[in-house]
């Protein structure tokens, strides 16, 4: 399994237990708090991966870029988390079925 494909599924679990779907965002620093430190800096190069696939939405403030979940891609987005971590906790695992 690959570690940067399981970290990506991390961040993008991390958004969706937040709820940060379309027009609810974050900050990018904030994504990458729950790391060690030492992958910080390799989980941030990830996240423009994940807007080139169409998972993120990303969002210019003045105050920094902001980034949120793709609603359109919700099934994808879950398949994917599912597929990296395993079973989906409750109340996430339901939507799968």
Same mark, same amino acid.
């Given at each position: =399994?690959?570690?940067?494909?399981?970290?990506?599924?991390?961040?993008?679990?991390?958004? =969706? %237990?937040?709820? +940060?779907?379309?027009?609810?965002?974050?900050?990018?620093?904030?994504?990458?708090?729950?790391?060690?430190?030492?992958? %910080?800096?390799?989980?941030?190069?990830?996240?423009? %991966?994940?807007? +080139?696939? !169409?998972?993120?939405?990303?969002?210019?403030?003045?105050? !920094? =870029?902001?980034?949120?979940?793709?609603?359109?891609?919700?099934?994808?987005?879950?398949?994917?988390?599912?597929?990296?971590? !395993?079973?989906?906790?409750?109340?996430?695992?339901?939507?799968? =079925?």
């Amino acid at each position: =399994m690959n570690n940067e494909s399981v970290d990506e599924a991390k961040i993008l679990y991390k958004l =969706m %237990r937040l709820g +940060k779907w379309e027009h609810a965002h974050t900050s990018i620093d904030n994504l990458v708090k729950g790391f060690p430190r030492h992958k %910080r800096g390799d989980v941030r190069k990830l996240i423009p %991966r994940l807007i +080139k696939r !169409g998972f993120l939405h990303i969002k210019p403030t003045a105050y !920094g =870029m902001e980034v949120s979940l793709n609603i359109r891609k919700k099934k994808e987005i879950e398949e994917f988390i599912a597929t990296y971590l !395993g079973e989906l906790p409750h109340p996430f695992k339901e939507r799968l =079925m």
